[in-house]
């Protein structure tokens, strides 16, 4: 009989266990007696980033205050250079939807930090359940690096809105198995069906199964403040006798839409249909007005539920639904489908439930949707109207309604599988979605079909806290994976007599029995003949948002293995770089005396492209680039960034003396520089953190303008010097850069370029040439070297001058510099004598130009800076091109070449070590 109550709360920890350790202080409690003060703290100041945060949604510019935390207390520890690469070199220090799928952000109270020995980990001093964050943190370290670190150490925190400050409070450091046994870690051999009972009863998250001289060990966590999985034997049992079906598919589940045709089918999905027109319905003798009259109330509400009752026709929206759905050639009923023998049990219920409650509540239906505040941050897809540049063009929305496929399934970073055990990490559940295009073939879903599932699936433990059934699911994806394991190895755990399952169960009763579950809305059942049990789709309210969207799905359970070649993947990476996300190990390797890697990371079921993953390092910085396939649309504020030539993210890194410094690119142009700095003043337990936006971290405010004022918009944004006009369009100027408006056709050009309007502007940021190193030799200085103001050189320097930054160091990225910054200046002329408007010519033939902001006359305002090259340029010359307009700009015998060169690095942190670097 199945209990209507299984859900239970952990209140004390039995005796039973076999594993003897040391008990050691709470490593959740703060240290001393009593609440710390700031004296005891270690800040971090973000008001100097604090522009940035304006920019996210409130929820997003929490997650980005804690990055910035790990971040600074990297720099506060003085963590070596390369083991902050190897924490971070999958994720950015600035947050945006730009880089999802490159990037593996961290999303959730909890942060790490490890350097090489010690496993950091920050937790907010309010968590209500901090063993399980610190738990969670530390099974996923494990899960990547391949083992435990030596120690752990807890870091507070406590962030300070009101004046832009995290404080952070460091723990004593705890030996790692010290530290598992305080936080309520258990392990436990499993011989007899008496040690799985015991092993269940006392843990609710399963974190390793592994083989111990043959013998069976399980290990998992016992949190007594959280709801229970309440996994059981039975349950146990059901999966690993799924995982022993030779050439079969493992457990799993999905509603598969399914078409009706016959007269009995059609009464059985809807009654509610007058008799004499079921046989019109099924022979397609079909009257358009009453199709007219469906269309109506389903997506208008006219006309009333009395009219369509008085035609035969159901009032009720969902057998409405349905009938819409038969009469447009669409499945009109969604069928349970079993596999790995799951069906009729509680497995295959929890499965059930879970997809169909995550279907409807993504769609906005049920009476358990949590929104309006039950689930912080969770908005279902009808509330949520697609933004108007992510919709396709008038008369071009094709195919009118998305076909999308939702599944949960196997989150393949969650487990790391090696010949004698399995470590689970910290989630082990995935929601995917993929669209289906042409042919049949599955692709990346758009915004609108994907923006609530990708939230579920980063906010995963926050639904689970508000539906336990979740967490049931995230516990049979646990032990799904790890048995999966088990059965390859050729071992089991003590099995139940299939007798003894219970393999009976109804879906529609089993829901009616739990009334604890969240969802109470009663699911509608369809009991076709012959068929396996069904259920309609309730359809949303009615809402308008580019076309309407189809959605359908399943529950896969683990099968990762299944999917890899049944053998754990090799991973050649090192400790500090491994992650348990599966790689290439033929394109995966790196250089043990340099650091130097490539990385070839595999998709998983979702996302099957996977990408490239490129690292240097080296005395002056490090650097990451990331390259992954092209997106069919990525939301860039209110406009969607064509990503046809695929995605291309670079992440630049400095530690020094004073701090650490991070920089981004996107699609090879500046996105943004942070910084985690430590003040000079003795005493000063602080951290600033700065951020100093390039055009591209700026780029989403010029969207904005330009679609709230198309014509002015981005002469009145920051930074505007002049426009001038191109062929199809505008050139804009501005202190760091080229942006091109193009109306009409879409610009042909590799870069960035973001859809404005759909199919009618475009702004694009510009690369316009530069100067190759081989025409300096075509120069020839005219002054000595001299150093000045920036300021001073822009009132001195002649309006016929050629003004050209070089770069000031190969890791240093574009930024203005200040006019009381000190420079090195140098003054040359061309060697050949040409005549007015005539060009250079290399030897090679080509054309040659000059970095150039126009002439200083040109200028906006005397005020307005100049911007210095390529971060990793390596000599003169930059990527912000040359001349007054973009195109190679004529050099006459009267410009002379003002060559510039600032003498202090603009971040702050390496100041020169040698007079030569600006001379005297």
């Known amino acids: 009989m199945t209990d209507p109550t299984r859900r239970r709360w952990r209140m004390a920890v039995t005796g039973w266990l076999i594993v003897l350790t040391l008990l050691v202080a709470d490593a959740c409690s703060w240290p001393g007696s009593g609440e710390p003060g700031e004296e005891d703290a270690h800040l971090v100041s973000y008001s100097k980033a604090a522009s940035w945060l304006a920019g996210l949604d409130p929820a997003e510019a929490e997650e980005q205050i804690r990055d910035w935390a790990r971040l600074a207390l990297a720099s506060s520890l003085g963590v070596e250079q390369d083991r902050i690469v190897d924490a971070l070199h999958d994720t950015m220090p600035l947050r945006d939807p730009l880089f999802d799928g490159l990037v593996e952000q961290p999303v959730g109270p909890g942060r790490s930090l490890f350097d090489g020995r010690t496993l950091h980990l920050l937790v907010p001093e309010n968590d209500p359940h901090p063993s399980r964050t610190l738990g969670r943190l530390l099974d996923q370290h494990r899960v990547d690096a391949g083992s435990d670190p030596v120690d752990v150490q807890v870091h507070r925190y406590r962030m300070r809105p009101e004046n832009q400050k995290v404080e952070l409070y460091a723990q004593p450091k705890t030996p790692a198995a010290e530290f598992r046994a305080a936080n309520g870690y258990r392990e436990a051999p499993l011989d007899q069906q008496a040690d799985l009972e015991g092993f269940l009863a006392d843990t609710n998250h399963l974190s390793r199964l592994e083989l111990r001289n043959g013998q069976v060990w399980a290990a998992g966590w016992n949190w007594p403040d959280l709801p229970d999985g309440n996994v059981r034997p039975e349950d146990v049992s059901v999966l690993q006798r799924g995982y022993r079906q030779h050439g079969e598919p493992g457990p799993g589940f999905s509603l598969d839409p399914k078409p009706i045709s016959s007269p009995d089918e059609i009464r059985a999905a809807i009654p509610d249909l007058a008799p004499e027109l079921v046989g019109r319905v099924a022979s397609g003798n079909w009257d358009a007005e009453l199709t007219a009259l ?36 669409l499945p009109a009923v969604n069928e349970a489908r079993y596999e790995g023998e799951t069906a009729g049990t509680e497995v295959g219920m929890t499965a059930f439930y879970t997809d169909l409650v995550m279907k ?254 490129g690292v240097r390092r080296g005395p002056d910085g490090a650097s990451v680039v990331t390259e992954g396939a092209p997106r069919r649309e990525i939301p860039f504020g209110e406009a969607r960034f064509r990503g046809e030539d695929g995605r291309l993210v670079e992440m630049a890194m400095r530690s020094g003396e004073h701090g650490i410094s991070a920089g981004v690119q996107a699609q090879g142009q500046p996105f943004g520089t942070v910084a985690a700095l430590r003040p000079e003043a003795s005493g000063v337990r602080q951290t600033d953190i700065v951020v100093n936006l390039g055009l591209l971290g700026r780029f989403r405010d010029l969207v904005k303008r330009d679609r709230q004022d198309p014509a002015h918009g981005l002469e009145n944004a920051p930074g505007f010097l002049y426009s001038y006009p191109e062929a199809g369009g505008t050139g ?189």
């Not at 026709?313 to 819409?324: I, M, N, V």
């Open 294 to 329: 469906i269309e109506g109330h389903l997506f208008r509400g006219d006309p009333p539920a009395d009219a369509l009752r008085a035609r035969g026709l159901p009032a009720d929206r969902t057998q409405l639904w349905a009938l819409h759905n038969l009469l447009s050639g």
């Open 360 to 613: 409807d509540w993504v769609a906005g239906v049920g009476a358990g949707v949590p929104s309006g505040g039950r689930v912080s941050g969770f908005v279902p897809n009808p509330e949520a109207p697609t933004p108007a540049g992510l919709c396709p063009p008038a008369g071009e929305r094709s195919p009118p309604a998305e076909s999308a496929r939702l599944w949960l399934g196997q989150a393949d970073g969650a487990f790391d599988y090696r010949p004698d055990g399995v470590d689970i990490g910290a989630q082990a559940t995935r929601l995917f979605v993929r669209s289906q295009g042409p042919g049949g073939q599955e692709l990346e879903a758009t915004y609108r079909m994907g923006r609530a599932s990708a939230w579920w699936d980063r906010h995963y433990a926050d639904i689970a806290d508000y539906e336990s059934e979740f967490w049931r699911l995230e516990e049979l994806m646990r032990w799904s994976g790890a048995l999966e394991w088990l059965a390859g190895s050729g071992q089991s755990l003590p099995q139940l007599p299939d007798d003894e399952i219970r393999s009976d169960l109804r879906f529609a009763d089993w829901h009616e029995q739990h009334s604890e579950l969240r969802e109470r809305a009663r699911p509608v059942s369809a009991s076709l003949p012959g068929r396996a049990e069904s259920v309609l789709t309730v359809p949303s309210p009615a809402f308008s948002d580019c076309g309407l969207s189809y959605v359908y799905g399943g529950v896969t359970l683990g099968d990762s293995l299944a999917r890899h070649g049944g053998t754990p993947a090799e991973n050649p990476l090192p400790p500090g770089m491994r992650r348990a996300k599966p790689v290439d190990p033929a394109a995966t390797n790196v250089d043990q005396s340099t650091g130097t890697a490539q990385i070839r990371q595999l998709g998983d079921a979702g996302s099957p492209e996977g990408l490239t993953r």
């Open 732 to 920: 804009y100027r501005f202190a760091d850069g080229w942006v091109r408006k193009t109306i009409g056709q879409a610009p042909n050009q590799a870069g960035f370029v973001a859809e404005v309007v759909p199919g009618e502007s475009y702004l694009s940021v510009q690369r316009p040439a530069q100067l190759p190193g081989i025409e300096m030799s075509r120069l020839q200085e005219i002054s000595e070297p001299f150093t000045t103001t920036y300021g001073e050189l822009l009132r001195q320097v002649p309006a016929t001058a050629s003004v050209y930054v070089l770069a000031d160091r190969s890791t240093h990225l574009p930024r203005p510099i200040e006019r009381n910054a000190r420079v090195r200046v140098r003054i040359a002329e061309p060697v050949v004598v040409l005549g007015p408007g005539v060009s250079p010519i290399s030897a090679e033939g080509q054309v040659w130009s000059l970095l150039d902001t126009g002439t200083v006359s040109a200028l906006a305002a005397p005020d307005q800076d100049i911007v210095f090259g390529r971060p990793f340029g390596g000599g003169p010359g930059g990527d912000w091109g040359s001349g007054p307009f973009g195109v190679p700009l004529p050099v006459s015998p009267s410009n002379q070449v003002v060559l510039v060169q600032q003498c202090q690095p603009s971040d702050g942190l390496n100041p020169p070590t040698r007079d030569e670097e600006c001379g005297s």
